[in-house]
């Protein structure tokens, strides 16, 4: 039997502070994993408050956790992705009424530990790592179909993996002989392909990553979350994003720079600054990250970056 970790809330007490929660307001948790912000959240709530959550994963939605909270009438649960997010919040008419958005792109560490979810590369099991897997092909049906080229390109693009070639025509020629079936299997195969490995990184860590990024088309996901997160805001409305790597953040960070710049470019026309129309958002000071004490009980919280824009 698998032993589990309890997940930890990452950048718990940022989150609560960024989001600048009023008691009456209407909030969504666009990431429920095992409810750690949404707890945060609705304990700041008065009895006119409101808080609407969305997990792609069943596991997190049949949680005990889940559970207990869905005994607070406050409180909605929704087995939905950020794509949803705006007809979820427009199913109880909230649109343009939400105070606070808050995005947490980590995979929770029950995900990692349960080894059938097949998302960690130190527990065997099966070559899964769908966030809903109900839905969509497993990791070791896409693998057994995939063109090698392609392949190179998703691993070299979302992992950055520098031997993507080699990685990419092991894969190829193994599942000539037998397809992969399970996250050991691929590991190893990594681990055989790769010329060196990194001092403090395992071999199977980019393309893990890459993989599980092309499967559930997760950037993707985040485009149009964010864009949607925006849409359902009120004025004066927070969105809070954690991220936890550079591909992920960087498409955070634009998108809250250009929705803070000017919608249009006036050119050299005299026009005066108050004249011109300003993009939806205001970005709220710099990037936040975890503390050294969360560093030392969490040390997966090394890599979250959070960004907060709120509506004007």
């Known amino acids: 039997m698998t032993e589990m970790t309890a997940h930890q809330t990452v950048l718990y007490e940022e989150a609560l502070q960024q989001l600048n929660i009023k008691p009456e307001g209407i909030y969504l948790d666009c990431t429920f994993g095992r409810g750690g912000h949404s ?3 609705l304990t700041l709530l008065n009895s006119s408050g409101r808080l609407l959550a969305l997990d792609r ?13 869905l005994e607070d009438s406050r409180f909605s649960l929704h087995h ?6 705006s007809a979820v919040i427009e199913q109880h008419g909230y649109t343009g009424k939400v105070d606070g958005v808050l995005m947490d792109f980590g995979v929770s560490s029950p995900q990692l530990d349960n080894a059938e979810r097949g998302f960690s590369f130190l527990r065997d099991g099966p070559l899964d790592m769908r966030m809903d ?6 990791a070791a049906e896409y693998l057994a179909r995939v063109d090698e080229k392609e392949l190179v390109r998703v691993l070299f693009e979302y992992g950055e993996e ?18 992969l079936q399970t996250t050991l299997q691929l590991a190893k195969l990594i681990e055989n392909s790769v010329p060196f490995r990194d001092k403090h990184k395992h071999p199977a860590t980019r393309s893990f990553q890459a993989i599980r990024i092309e499967i559930n088309q997760e950037l993707e996901q985040i485009k149009t979350g964010l864009k949607q997160a925006v849409d359902v805001l009120a004025p004066g409305g927070r969105l809070v994003v954690i991220a936890f790597h550079s591909l992920e953040d960087r498409i955070v960070k634009r998108f809250i720079r250009d929705q803070a710049g000017p919608k249009t470019n006036p ?4 026009i005066k600054e108050q004249d011109i129309e300003q993009g939806l958002l205001r970005k709220m000071g ?8 969360e560093l030392q009980q969490n040390p997966r919280a090394r890599s979250a970056v959070m960004r907060v824009g709120e509506k004007r």
């Open 39 to 41: 707890s945060g959240i």
């Open 57 to 69: 994963d069943m596991d997190a939605i049949a949680s005990d956790e889940a559970k207990r909270l």
């Open 80 to 85: 939905a992705s950020f794509v949803e997010l």
């Open 133 to 138: 897997s109900h839905h969509g092909l497993s």
């Open 162 to 179: 520098r031997f993507a070639r080699r990685i990419a025509n092991a894969v190829v020629s193994q599942r000539q002989q037998q397809p």
């Open 267 to 270: 050119g050299k026309l005299p």
């Open 286 to 293: 710099k990037s936040i990250r975890a503390q050294q004490q």
